[in-house]
């Protein structure tokens, strides 16, 4: 099981079942591309995660699922450390 984590990594290991390593690694650098992010081995802030999946959503195939996926995360994960601080 691998806890989520506002990182290119974390999607890129989501789409390497279906794109190999490579290509899914190409396609993350991409969608943070084009996100307006220079790709980076760092956690990203929510909101800035939530736009990268967005572009990697809208390459289509597999990265769809991967990018709604990572969208859906990252609202539960900002929910829940909203949450806790209260």
Known sequence: KMDF???LKYLAILLTPSAGEEE????VREAAFSAGFTPSESHYKIDDFIKI????RDKGGRATMVGLTGVTQARCYRTLRGM???
């Open 24 to 27: 899914a690694n190409r396609l």
């Open 84 to 86: 806790d601080k209260k």
């Open 53 to 56: 999946c967005e572009k990697l």
């Open 5 to 7: 984590e506002p990182t």
